[in-house]
């Protein structure tokens, strides 16, 4: 566009274009971040700021939901929250309302990856918010994943939700911020030995 205003001789609007293009160049940066090869460690799949963490069910078990909102600010690329296989992919179409609505993670457009790995299954979805109109996966079912590794983005004010295994020892509280793949949400815990058997129970997300 820029280009065409300055064939059109007309300099005086060249500037807005250009101000738009530097933005969205900046917008999709992609910084390199320094990932933990600790045992254990769970890593937030997203920069942004906690805006919720509650209990929640995953299959059955007691599981801990983290909400992480993502304003146009922040960089959109998505990371794995731990190393492990791709185990299932599901695409729900939906609305595209504010993201820090409770609401958004049941109503809004999303993307919803299963990933079996380090002796724990986690979910994580990519939630499209008021602004976004488009969720990026690069992934498929089966593929290999590694901790921090990068997996898509979100394109503009989005949501994040990471649910984990319990129990866990976190290392965030609400109103934190995070950076994808470097920042370290919690550790997993050994779960308590009581000698009794563990009866699985099949169980949408909630």
């Not at 090869?37 to 078990?61: C, R, W």
């Not at 909102?69 to 922040?74: K, M, P, Q, Y």
């Amino acid at each position: 566009m820029a280009a065409l205003l300055w064939w059109l001789q007309a300099f005086v609007f060249i500037a807005v274009p250009l101000m738009l293009a530097a933005f969205f160049l900046w917008f999709f940066r992609d910084p390199e971040r320094e990932i933990s090869g600790e045992p254990g460690l769970i890593v937030s799949p997203a920069d942004g700021k906690v805006t919720d963490i509650s209990p929640t069910q995953l299959n059955g078990k007691s599981c801990t939901r983290v909400s992480i909102f993502l304003n146009v600010f922040d960089v959109h690329v998505n990371r794995s929250p731990i190393s492990g296989v791709i185990k299932q992919v599901v695409y729900q179409p939906g609305k595209f309302g504010n993201a820090m609505g409770a609401v958004s993670a049941d109503q809004n457009e999303q993307n919803i990856v299963t990933v079996e790995g380090q002796g724990m299954t986690i979910v994580f979805k990519q939630i499209a918010g008021l602004l976004a109109r488009r969720i990026v996966f690069t992934k498929k079912v089966g593929d290999m994943i590694d901790r921090g590794e990068r997996v898509g983005l979100i394109k503009f004010g989005s949501r994040t939700d990471v649910i984990f295994p319990n129990p866990a020892d976190l290392q965030i509280k609400v109103g934190d911020r995070v950076k994808g793949g470097s920042s370290v949400m919690a550790r997993a815990l050994p779960p308590p030995s009581n000698g009794s058997p563990v009866r699985e129970h099949s169980q949408a997300v909630q």
